[in-house]
């Protein structure tokens, strides 16, 4: 499992893409990160793979990206 954070701009680099360690807890595989708002807004889980549908396919990877802004809490306004 990969974060990455992709650039502003629609260049196709990445701020940041790094391999996360995975841990097993409770039965499930737990990854974990800490990162600047700002950039978790922007980043992706990218899960990969060289099996789709159970077929495997020499030197092909497949990507599928979990966009993180989608799972984060809305942000509350703190009234003073």
Do not use: C, F, N
Request: hydrophobic share 35%.
């Amino acid at each position: 499992m990969d974060l990455v954070i992709p650039g502003s701009g629609k260049t196709g680099y990445m701020d940041l893409s790094v391999s996360l360690a995975t841990s097993k807890e409770d039965g499930k595989t737990v990854a974990r990160a800490h990162l600047k708002k700002e950039l978790a807004q922007r980043a992706e889980l990218q899960l990969k793979t060289h099996a789709l549908d159970s077929k495997s396919s020499p030197l092909t990877w497949y990507y599928y990206s979990i966009p993180l802004a989608e799972h984060m809490p809305a942000s509350k306004k703190v009234e003073q």
